[in-house]
């Protein structure tokens, strides 16, 4: 499985984007998509991410209420639209998949993705 994440650029604060994980390869069955990010300095962080089913999406607290997580299952991409973005936001964006977890769960520790994507930056100027 590959991953493609893209749309990431530079933002001022209040604007949006609109982040997208494409997945190829062996992608048949249901997956989870978790979406992290890395600050410079710190360490990588669980921002939001979708369940196998789709019916269960959880958040961090620091996104809740501006960010949401959608899945075209046809296009077989997950999308992460961040709104009124902050300077905070300003990271480099992961998104990450499995196929083993539980249908309806959502896994906010990234050890328990298997693929990871490439990586897009987010930078939010004030």
């Known amino acids: 499985v590959q991953l493609q994440a893209s749309g990431g650029g530079l933002v001022q604060t209040g604007d949006s984007l609109r982040l997208s994980c494409a997945a190829s390869?062996?992608?048949?069955?249901?997956?989870?998509t978790g979406w992290f990010r890395q600050a410079p300095g710190k360490e990588r962080e669980f921002v939001g991410g979708?369940?196998?089913?789709?019916?269960?999406?959880r958040y961090a607290d620091s996104v809740k209420g501006r960010f949401t997580i959608s899945r075209d299952n046809a296009k077989n991409t997950v999308y992460l639209q961040m709104n009124s973005l902050k300077p905070e936001d300003t990271a480099v964006y992961y998104c990450?998949?499995?196929?083993?977890?539980?249908?309806?769960?959502?896994?906010?520790?990234?050890?328990?993705?298997?693929?990871w994507g490439q990586g897009t930056q987010v930078t939010v100027s004030s």
């Open positions: 990450a998949t499995n196929y083993r977890s539980r249908y309806s769960y959502v896994d906010e520790d990234e050890e328990g993705y298997d693929y």
């Open positions: 979708i369940s196998r089913s789709g019916g269960n999406k």
């Open positions: 390869g062996h992608t048949s069955g249901s997956y989870a």
